[in-house]
């Protein structure tokens, strides 16, 4: 799957215009990334329109749900992208009530010089549109159907995005892999190696962005996908329904966690690692 667990995709996201160097930004407030940090308040920098992403991108491919905007010389994969879409949306319950724009780079040198940012993949939730170097990705459009439902911290947005990267021509569609590695695995050799932090240490955003991408992300998806398997997608909708914004306080987070899912979220992350020690 070409998004985040087939390459590494924790690049560094750079902003010119409003020159802000940081890793994975929001854009206008609005953008929602799935595979780097980002600053701790976004950039005025707006995303380019869709005239001007159609004139730089020319080429177009329609599909059921995408619409692939591309370069000449450069490919798409609409096909790949439909299959996980189709899992996608029985999985979370949610659909998309317009096309997504998909906006394909040939390079993160492209993506700088057309939009003014440097990143293997982020998404534009307001304008239901993400921005790829990769033919097919499946992590920001996670970001877009999530938005529809609401924004928590990005602990749990970039969790549930990491634990739904999933490849449906794989000979396991649903296994779920960060960089060729099932998330749980990376959790698992974390905390047998004392280095994993509990998970109310790293659920606001502020504390998740201090953690490199490679281990926070994985981390945080190994976490999703135990609440989803435990508690159900329904609860976590609920959980991100309730979201007061990626800003949201930790006592916040615990309160609205607990209401939510039951146990607090101290009890969840013991569960998760007595899950992770005895797999």
């Known amino acids: 799957m070409p998004d985040c667990r087939q390459r590494p995709i924790a690049s560094r996201r750079i902003f010119v215009g409003a020159r802000l160097v940081c890793g994975l930004t929001l854009i206008a407030s609005a953008v929602h990334c799935g595979s780097s940090t980002s600053p701790t308040s976004p950039s005025p920098q707006a995303p380019p329109s869709p005239q001007a992403l159609a004139q730089a991108l020319p080429l177009t491919q329609e599909s059921a749900n995408f619409t692939f905007h591309y370069s000449s010389g450069d490919s798409v994969d609409p096909q790949h992208e439909e299959l996980w879409y189709a899992w996608a ?10 096309k997504i724009q998909y906006y394909k ?40 159907l999530t938005a529809l439902v609401g924004r928590p911290s990005d602990f749990f947005n970039e969790g549930i995005a990491v634990s ?41 955003t502020a504390s998740f962005r201090v953690i ?9 998806g190994s976490f999703l996908q135990f609440l989803v398997t435990n508690y159900g997608m329904t609860r976590t909708l609920d959980f991100f329904r309730g979201g007061g914004g990626r800003d949201e306080s930790l006592s916040t987070i615990q309160s609205r966690f607990q209401q939510v899912y039951g146990p607090s979220l101290t009890d969840a992350d013991l569960a998760w690692r007595r899950y992770l020690s005895n797999e």
Do not use: K
Request: no cysteine; charged share 10%; proline share 11%.
């Open 89 to 98: 949306i029985v999985h979370l319950g949610v659909t998309s009530p317009q």
């Open 212 to 220: 490199p991408d490679t281990n926070g992300y994985p981390w945080a």
């Open 164 to 204: 739904m990267q999933v490849d449906p021509s794989a000979a396991d569609p649903t296994q779920v892999l960060w960089n060729g590695v099932p998330p749980d695995a990376i959790a698992r050799a974390a905390l047998a190696g004392g280095q994993l932090p509990h998970v109310q240490d790293m659920a606001d």
């Open 105 to 144: 780079y040939t390079s993160t040198t492209q993506m700088l010089q057309i939009t003014g940012m440097e990143a293997n993949a982020w998404a534009d939730p307001p304008n239901f549109s993400v921005h790829a170097i990769f033919p097919w990705n499946g992590h920001e459009v996670v970001h877009v």
